[in-house]
């Protein structure tokens, strides 16, 4: 005989399961694709002249601290909303400046994904939702970055030539004709990338797809200089693909974010207090915990002592079944993060515990073609105790990437997402 | 006590292991540079404006048969030397078309492997010893090719463009600035290529290294077409690379042969009759046996009973630690020629079995970067009865490429090579 709970209870599993579906649906059905680039001012919605934003679920001003706090300040100053971060920091507290979160304005950030309005941004939309995401430009393969909270006069001059050099040459170069991205991330997948912390052939396919593009704007002596420095750029840049693969991943999983009832996740953010996600059936708030465990390769001496968290949302590629996802594709990415081939393998593996669907174009040559792990459950990770493996770049304590690992986000986070799961949509009139 | 044969023996036991070692380190210490691109009449040794070569030891012209056969003719009437393949059967009877052997001219053969005197080649020069080596150019993706055994006006057309446009434009490309190869390659073991039946990636890295060059050739509006239409077949074809891996490879064995005493194997060669070996220290003489076993995934439903040994020396990656020694950088290739990714692993490992070092430069990274199995010693092949294995493409009776797949050569081209090493080198008065 079936208690009246236990029908309740069958319901709602099977809300969910259809929740589920159609949000897992949304993900691996979403197409982004580059449809252009242009000043943040210009297209993020509900960006100003004076709205610097940053990485990871909101906070308030007064509670960002360290290399984060600093990379907001030094993006003020960049954008000249500041002659001094003194001068900054007083704008910021008077309100003059507003500092916000990127996921409030469909932008994602890596590391401390400091964006201002004059900073261009790669533009991609899901061609099968018609939702739109931005993610700003690769500075450089310097460890001194203002991402990585490091500013002087040279970073400052290569956010200056982004803007001023690649972003029009990038832009003339898309003008009525958009990249689809999926298949090229699908085919670097296939090329030894996992398109998180391992772009190398997925810059090497947008370089080939550019070239006839950058070829053909190379009709004048300003125009053919301006080109020739692009083509130096991703020549010297195996980097360059992360800001779109980071784009198309947030397309991708705000495609699937908003379905009621469903428990799959869609977002997971990182800022220097807290590691937090977002679920696709329980609104835009983010769920928070403390920071992953780090197994971090560190650079030249550094150790983990030298770390600090300063922001970093480019786990969204592991929302969608990339990155840690996708690490089996990826051996070479030993060389820069550490590990075996062979944990790689295993911790990849184990990923499909937690998801609910191998990814239909995203697929893993050393697993005889499978899909990616896709669809992390929240409620799968609460029962095996287990959490989406990231990918990750290190910032120090001191400014610059000074290492590069794997981040394993704890469970605390996922505890309170499922807690809020659990309060919204309740399986039995008691609970 | 020591007899005296036993102490010939450990003589000549030091004095191969001495000259192994000398091999080898010309193996992997080649640094094989393409330095231009000209046409095979003008720079190819000994080859006459009626010269033809094809792939394989040298046989006599009545032995061609099948698809090499039918492919040499082809090849005396594409460069106007007959006006049909009758008219090129007596011409060479008669001896007014010479055919050779691709291996009696530094050259080496893809499939049937056909040069005539005004195709471009690749010229490599190993800047480590100086010897050069020459590849005529892949002629695109149709299954119709002339080193498949193919020939009709469309493939006629395609080898005329190579001439024509290809080849002036990759030679203007390179005047004055050589691109080293080995670097180039070694970075396409790390992105799934393994150079013989997957050079994607290769291709990929290729492009990039031409595309500043190709752009700075583009100063008038006929250059800027042919420049287009160079980079049109760079995008449409990702084995462009091959052609390079294979002249690279054909001359880092080259600068490993004539060491006497050495057993290292320096090429391996397949023609219509027979698979060949040659060794580093048994002078220019090939040992002969049957045609590998074939373990193959066809295309378009034909069978391996369609399948026909027309030529091919592409086995050279082999011979210098790439291809089926380094299968396991390239799982994507399961897709080309079938296979499991832990079959591809194991096959890669146990080559470690035949050959005599990890090469530096050439890395697995799926074996935590371990160096390619390279040098394949004569006597580890015949005392563990393992021959190389051998990535391939498959030719079709009715010509064309009808499949993709593995080769595993028979040991009787290895044995008749020791009997022929036994007797050149004897260890005991009595031998």
């Given amino acids: 005989m079936t208690t009246v709970n236990e029908t309740i209870s069958a319901e709602a599993d099977a809300r969910r399961t259809k929740a589920n579906v159609e949000a897992l649906e949304r993900m691996v059905g979403a197409e982004p694709v580059l449809v252009g680039v242009a000043a943040a001012g210009d297209v993020v919605p509900g960006m100003t002249p004076t709205t610097i934003l940053t990485s990871g679920a909101p906070l308030e001003w007064p509670e960002y601290t360290g290399g984060q706090r600093r990379a907001i300040l030094y993006g003020a100053v960049y954008e000249g909303l500041a002659g001094s971060v003194e001068d900054a920091e007083a704008k910021i507290d008077a309100g003059e400046i507003q500092v916000r979160s990127t996921q409030q304005h469909a932008c994602i950030g890596s590391v401390a994904g400091i964006y201002t309005a004059s900073m261009p941004v790669f533009v991609v939309r899901d061609e099968a939702h018609g939702n739109t995401a931005f993610c700003n430009f690769y500075e450089g393969k310097s460890r001194y970055r203002l991402n990585y909270g490091s500013y002087d006069q040279e970073v400052a001059d290569g956010l200056r030539w982004l803007e001023t050099t690649m972003a029009p040459v990038l832009a003339e170069s898309l003008a ?4 689809p991205l999926k298949p090229m991330m699908a085919r670097a997948l296939r090329l030894g990338d996992e398109l998180h912390s391992r772009n190398t052939a997925a810059t090497l396919l947008l370089q080939r797809e550019l070239t006839p593009r950058l070829f053909a704007l190379a009709t004048t002596p300003e125009w053919r200089t301006r080109v020739e420095e692009v083509m130096d750029f991703f020549l010297a840049n195996d980097y360059t693909f992360l800001r779109l693969s980071m784009a198309a991943a947030k397309a991708t999983a705000d495609a ?3 379905v009621e009832h469903s428990s799959l996740l869609t977002g997971m953010a990182i800022n220097c207090r807290e590691f937090a996600v977002r679920v696709s059936g329980l609104g835009d708030e983010w769920f928070r915990g403390g920071h992953p465990e780090l197994q971090g ?5 550094f150790t983990e002592a030298d770390a600090e ?3 970093g ?3 969204v590629t592991e929302t969608v079944g990339l990155g840690g996802m996708a690490q089996a594709c990826a051996p070479s990415l030993m060389d820069y993060q550490g590990g075996t081939f062979q944990a790689m393998l295993e911790n990849n593996e184990a990923m499909y515990e937690i998801t609910s669907a191998e990814h239909p174009d995203y697929k893993i040559p050393a697993f005889g073609f499978r899909g990616t792990p896709v669809g992390v459950d929240l409620h799968a990770v609460i029962a095996t105790g287990r959490t989406p493996l990231i990918d990750g770049g290190l910032a ?4 610059g990437q000074i290492g590069a690992g794997l981040l394993r986000p704890r469970i605390e986070a996922f505890t309170a997402a499922a807690a809020a799961y659990a309060e919204r949509y309740p399986t039995s009139p008691a609970s």
Wanted: net charge neutral; charged share 20%.
């Fill in 297 to 301: 390769r560190f650079f030249d001496g």
């Fill in 176 to 179: 009525g004709a958009p990249i």
């Fill in 313 to 315: 949302e480019s786990c």
């Fill in 396 to 399: 120090g304590r001191s400014g």
């Fill in 309 to 311: 968290w300063i922001g």
């Fill in 256 to 258: 699937a974010h908003g």
